[in-house]
């Protein structure tokens, strides 16, 4: 099984809501990542976990808070968001930092 | 500082040849990797190097040359289903750190 999911596939928030992504592989890899991407421009790095904890936070605003329940499942909460945060959020992982990425289908988010 | 630099966009016919140039500079270098993404969706990995020289994957070849900041990668027989962005991203030396280049569009045309 060489793949990542993500929930949900599309997104639609204001900017006084709560709400969580989600992302799971079970693939054993003890690497995981977020990046934002917005249309026709690359990923942007957000965070890196490693054996889950967080080694990497890319100076990315606190509406935004990763978190890795355990090696499988990766989360990203979001809380007070702006429409400039309307954006494809990708999760990745890979079974160390040293190898190739393996990246979800990822949640189309919209902050109105 | 850090820089990747590709064509932002390129269009070639089918069953031709085309090569997509890569030039970086990082603090820093780990490995190169070029991606697939087709509109809409999630980047594919497709090739790595970390040493000078030619990788050969099938229809996708890459190259790299670290003396220069440099690599390629090389698509052969190409068909429609290659038009997509590809994305070179070069990983930094404490491992976890990708940085992506803006991505050449590949437009593949009958």
């Known amino acids: 099984d060489t793949e990542v999911t993500q929930t949900p596939k599309h997104l639609v928030m204001g900017m006084t809501n709560k709400k969580s992504l989600k992302c799971e592989q079970h693939?054993?890899?003890?690497?995981m990542y977020w990046y934002k991407q917005k249309a026709k421009k690359p990923p942007e790095l957000m965070f890196v976990y490693s054996y889950e904890k967080l080694s990497i936070n890319e100076s990315v605003p606190s509406r935004f808070s990763p978190e890795c329940p355990n090696s499988s499942l990766l989360n990203l909460h979001l809380h007070a968001l702006q429409p400039e945060d309307s954006a494809l959020y990708l999760c990745?992982?890979?079974?160390?930092?040293?190898?190739?990425?393996?990246f979800g289908p990822g949640t189309r988010l919209t902050v109105t | 500082g850090q820089n990747i630099d590709q064509p932002t966009e390129m269009t070639a016919t089918e069953g031709a040849i085309v090569q997509i140039n890569c030039t970086y500079q990082t603090s820093g270098f780990n490995g190169l990797f070029w991606y697939q993404q087709h509109a809409g969706e999630a980047p594919t990995f497709l090739s790595y190097?970390?040493?000078?020289g030619l990788e050969e994957k099938g229809r996708f070849s890459s190259f790299l040359s670290r003396s220069k900041g440099y690599s390629y990668l090389l698509l052969k027989e190409l068909q429609m289903k290659d038009s997509a962005s590809y994305l070179c991203?070069?990983?930094?030396?404490?491992?976890?750190?990708?940085?992506f280049g803006a991505g050449t569009r590949l437009f593949v045309k009958a």
């Open positions: 991203a070069v990983r930094n030396t404490g491992g976890f750190k990708t940085i």
């Open positions: 190097n970390v040493l000078d």
């Open positions: 693939m054993g890899h003890r690497a």
């Open positions: 990745a992982s890979s079974s160390f930092g040293v190898d190739e990425q393996y």
